[in-house]
């Protein structure tokens, strides 16, 4: 089997990714990120104003039932119905509370592969859940600027919180500091009592969820007044950024760039989805239009049942597997030849001026693409292995000229093996890059011959590159202003 289709191979590397992710340190930036549809994005955006909902009607049933707080101190006459009690400081902790939900915005501190696995943009559940399923837009929102304008939104006698939301996975109650006195409540009244309750427990009592909704990475704008009612905040100097989902219908664009049109400064993106990883590219002016339909497939080529055939891959399959083990084991001492030559020649190419080498690493660049290894029980030539080295020598700056030596060893039936040498270069160009083959060797032979063989394809390879040294000159002083001096090798 291919060392591209090895399933040992594809765990490490999915293990590698998330061990990556685990022990990386992740920072908050100053944006916030805000899921909606189409429709609510342009009233939004046309009002300038994020609504805030009441905190009853939130998804978690942390929030959505009451929180009675513990009471303390002697009942009066005036003040014996307990439960009466509890519902009316529920009705200023809870009921008065109106809540704006945000998601936090984390950028890596360390250049891994999954940079954007938990930027604000990129929650696949919220794009599912509040983005009307990937055909929505999420809001960009400066964090400063945002907090600033709820801040001066709350009037005196309102509270006003924001924070991130920890998620717990229980909580025996909220972890309040403190009960409420009923003697204060006598003196100062329940609404007053309740509300400094709140201010001084306002972590445990509304920025704790249950872990289950710890993917939403929520950040909260909290408001307490005496309405019941939804509030508001004024968005237009926080907002910098509109993304579209990577289903956003291109009838829509209409509506949401007359909502932006009292907007000068907000950047218009949209998502890509590809190979299971979400990006956030510039709009360009256009949107992706619908894949092209190229008609029926044609009929396969095995004749049978279903059944039939996929036991005929499975059975090709695992002779594949086979014969790639031991295809592998024979030729281990001819392939550390070809590595060893390789990394033989790597220092010769050092001297040359103007240049930086790069190391041995494994490539298949000296097989030509058409007799490379098909997948197991496909039509064409059985090749039961394949594997290769190349060096390469860059021309200063980097990526503009680029010369490559390569080797590579297949296995063949009869253990009849193939090996292939090219020198090549590549320049690079802003239209796409050029590549030109300068010298090429490919040679069979029985499996024992293969010690004598790989020797003299290397000694051939290496005076290939060596002697490719003037076109390779040539070609990156074209045009040049300093041409690097000769020198000898």
């Keep these: 089997m291919p060392a591209d289709h090895d399933p040992a191979r594809a765990w490490v590397y999915e293990n590698f990714s998330e061990a990556e992710m685990a022990a990386t340190r ?6 916030l990120f805000h899921y909606t549809s189409t429709r609510s994005a342009a009233a939004i955006l046309t009002t300038g104003r994020l609504r805030l909902s009441p905190y009853p009607n939130t998804n978690d049933l942390w929030e959505t039932e009451p929180q009675p707080p513990m009471l303390r101190g002697p009942q009066g006459s005036d003040i014996d119905a307990t439960f009466a009690l509890w519902e009316e400081l529920d009705r200023h902790l809870r009921l008065h509370a109106k809540v704006g939900c945000l998601t936090q915005d984390f950028v890596p501190s360390d250049d891994i592969v999954s940079r954007d696995a938990k930027r604000g943009w990129a929650h696949l559940a919220l794009w599912s859940h509040y983005g009307a399923k990937y055909a929505g837009i999420c809001l960009k929102l400066d964090k400063g600027k945002l907090i600033d304008s709820f801040t001066r939104h709350a009037a005196p006698t309102a509270f006003a919180f924001h924070g991130p939301v920890r998620y717990l996975n229980g909580q ?16 100062f009244g329940a609404d007053a009592v309740a509300l400094a309750y709140a201010a001084r427990n306002k972590d445990p009592l509304f920025f704790r969820k249950h872990s289950d909704w710890s993917y939403e990475a929520e950040y909260r704008l909290v408001l307490l007044n005496q309405s019941t009612d939804y509030d508001f905040v004024d968005i237009r100097d926080a907002v910098t950024g509109v993304i579209l989902g990577n289903k956003f219908p291109a009838a829509d664009m209409r509506v949401i760039e007359t909502a932006l049109e009292d907007y000068s400064c907000v950047e218009i993106e949209r998502l890509q989805y590809h190979n299971r990883r979400l990006f956030c590219v510039p709009l360009e002016g256009f949107l992706p ?15 049978g049942s279903l059944a039939k055939r996929i036991q005929a891959l499975e059975n090709a399959t695992a002779e594949a597997t086979k014969a790639h083990q031991k295809a592998e084991a024979l030729v281990s001492t001819p392939l550390k030849q070809l590595e060893d030559g390789l990394s033989a020649l790597e220092p010769q190419l050092r001297p040359w001026p103007y240049t930086e080498t790069r190391p041995v690493s494994p490539s298949l660049w ?25 060096c390469a020598v860059e021309h200063l700056p980097l990526h503009s000229h680029t010369l490559t030596a390569s080797a590579a060893i297949q296995v063949l039936d009869g253990e009849r093996l193939r090996f292939h040498a090219l020198v090549a270069m590549e320049h690079w160009h802003d239209t796409g890059n050029e590549h030109e083959e300068v010298w090429s060797d490919q040679q069979e032979v029985d499996a024992p011959d293969a010690p004598s063989a790989v020797d003299a394809l ?6 290939a590159t ?24």
Excluded: C
């Design 366 to 390: 000296a097989v030509p693409k058409e007799m490379r290894q098909h997948a197991p029980g496909a039509p064409g030539e059985t090749i039961h292995y394949e594997r290769g080295f190349q």
């Design 458 to 463: 290397m000694s051939a390879l290496t005076t």
């Design 466 to 489: 060596r002697d490719a040294r003037v076109v390779f000159d040539r070609a990156r002083n074209a045009g040049s202003q300093d041409p690097p001096e000769k020198e000898e090798p």
């Design 26 to 31: 992740w920072t908050a930036s100053n944006d």
């Design 172 to 187: 025996n109650g909220p972890s309040v500091s403190g009960d409420i006195d009923l003697g204060l409540v006598r003196h």
């Design 289 to 303: 239009h619908p894949r092209p339909s190229f008609g029926q497939l044609p009929p396969s080529l095995m004749k």
